[in-house]
């Protein structure tokens, strides 16, 4: 095998809210192909859009990245020396090369109003003209000759000035030859001295050493901008590697507003594990080789990867194979390890009831964690355990069969006298009830349920009695017979 050369990828949020499921999307990528070639994942922040920052969304990255396990080996609280990894932190940085632009000729100030703008706008709109964008009125001319013209602003920002002869195509190593769109002369620094997004990120991703651009698809109509800028600058083209937008199971794309699994937040919040989350955006990005491989591990997915298996068409986003991975995940855990997920779910949730004793829900868990899904579906199943007394359900109470007091006292006469470990119970409840009064199991076993869990349908019984232990197995079953 040739050997790779060492990747520098990054992914590059704005923190304008909570994180989209894609950061998380692209960081996988990111740090895959980063961890396959031996190279580095970079975290930079894109805060140049000033007015669309969110308090605490910077936090929340770094928080959900962590969480997933695909936090990054640069970025603005790990440092490294290619920093500051915000770019707001960088605002000097960009100058020098807007101005080198300007000097050469390859962009020019524009002091058109916004208003000016808007109009130009409907107008192209209304007579649907051929080609559309700004029609350079700026170009060429002093600020004093344009002052003199109407729809004029003091403070200028500066535009590219876009060539015919802009290159259109690039090659992306997912999707291999690539055409985009002809680019308008595109803003590149703001009327706040903010340079936009297109300057900030190609000046960055030069300076930070990426090799390999990994984002989101909506980006492919950017890339002539950018490839433009790369030139001008003389600095080398990065590889270009742009991911299928995620879509809802109705094949629209994926969004916050539709959808409330976009925000990466919400797997947590729902009780998902970030283990089968990581593994389910692995799946989203190529189908495996069989269904065999379907869980894998990053390390596999490291092992296996390849851009060429990236799947193109917008992958669809898939809750119930996502549920499917979480309960794989939940049975891999031991009970010690989750019963410490399940604590801290609850806790962070806000919904821990401090009655719970730690070291029953660890003997416990094991009961439930078959038919569990998600880190929430265990102690509703497990209640009865940490009740002081049983509220037998409506729907249980009428299920119970007309032998049900004789079931009773048979069960707790022997519940008293025999050692009370699962196996014990339920031969010597066996050996009394079904084969010396010749009830059927599903009669004979019914009534001791309802008594010990209020409900029809508990975790096992013989188990369940087992924790609950022999005195408080007795109070319950004489409570409920005592209704009777
Ligand atoms: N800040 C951009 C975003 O949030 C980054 C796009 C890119 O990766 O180039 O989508």
């Given at each position: 095998m040739t050997e790779l050369t060492p990747a520098r990828t990054r992914v590059a949020p704005s923190p304008t809210g909570d994180p989209h499921v894609g950061t998380a999307f692209m960081a996988l990528f990111d740090k895959a192909w980063a961890a396959k070639t031996g190279g580095s994942f970079v975290l930079r922040i894109e805060d140049t859009d000033q007015n669309r920052l969110v308090e605490g969304s910077e936090q929340q990255i770094h928080d959900t990245l962590a969480w997933l396990g695909l936090s990054p080996d640069e970025g603005p609280l790990e440092g490294g020396e290619f920093g500051p990894y915000r770019q707001s932190e960088r605002l000097e940085t960009y100058r020098p090369f807007v101005e080198r632009l300007i000097a050469d000729g390859h962009a020019y100030y524009c002091w058109c109003s916004p208003e000016r703008l808007a109009e130009l706008r409907k107008e192209q709109d209304a007579t649907k003209a051929a080609r559309t964008g700004y029609d350079r009125l700026c170009l060429g001319k002093t600020r004093e000759e344009r002052a003199k013209?109407?729809?004029?602003?003091e403070t200028p920002v500066v535009r590219m000035l876009v060539p015919d002869d802009a290159p259109l195509t690039f090659t992306d190593i997912i999707r291999g030859e690539v055409k985009a769109p002809f680019p308008d002369d595109q803003v590149i620094l703001k009327a706040d001295g903010f340079p936009t997004y297109h300057m900030a990120v190609v000046v960055d991703d030069h300076l930070m050493g990426i090799t390999t651009v990994v984002r989101g698809e909506e980006w492919i109509s950017s890339t002539p901008k950018h490839l433009l800028l790369y030139r001008w600058l003389g600095f080398p083209e990065p590889q270009y590697a742009h991911m299928p937008l995620l879509r809802n199971t109705d094949r629209s794309k994926i969004s916050k507003r539709r959808n409330p699994a976009a925000r990466l937040m919400w797997f947590r919040e729902q009780g998902y594990l970030p283990e089968a989350v990581r593994n389910f955006l692995q799946l989203l990005g190529y189908p495996p080789a069989d269904d065999d491989s379907e869980v894998a591990t990053f390390e596999e997915f490291v092992e296996n990867f390849s851009w060429d298996k990236v799947n193109t068409t917008g992958p669809v986003f898939d809750v119930k194979k996502l549920d499917w991975l979480n309960g794989h995940y939940i049975r891999a855990l031991g009970a010690d390890e989750l019963t410490e997920r399940i604590v801290a779910f609850h806790v962070e949730r806000g919904d821990w009831d401090s009655v719970i004793d730690i070291d029953v829900l660890r003997r416990a868990v094991p009961l439930v964690s078959e038919r569990m899904t998600l880190l929430g579906d265990a102690l509703p199943k497990l209640g009865f355990l940490f009740a002081d007394r049983v509220e037998v359900e409506e729907a249980a109470r009428a299920s119970l069969p007309g032998n049900a007091a004789e079931v009773l006292d048979a069960g707790i006469d022997v519940l008293e006298t025999m050692p009370f470990d699962a196996a014990s119970i339920q031969a010597g409840l066996r050996e009394k009830l079904v084969d010396g009064l010749g009830i059927k199991p599903k009669f004979a076993f019914g009534p001791l349920r309802v008594g010990l869990t209020g409900a029809k349908v508990s975790p096992p019984l013989f188990e369940s009695m087992e924790i609950l232990g022999r005195e408080e197995t007795l109070t319950r079953l004489r409570a409920l017979r005592e209704t009777l």
């Open positions: 013209l109407p729809g004029f602003t």
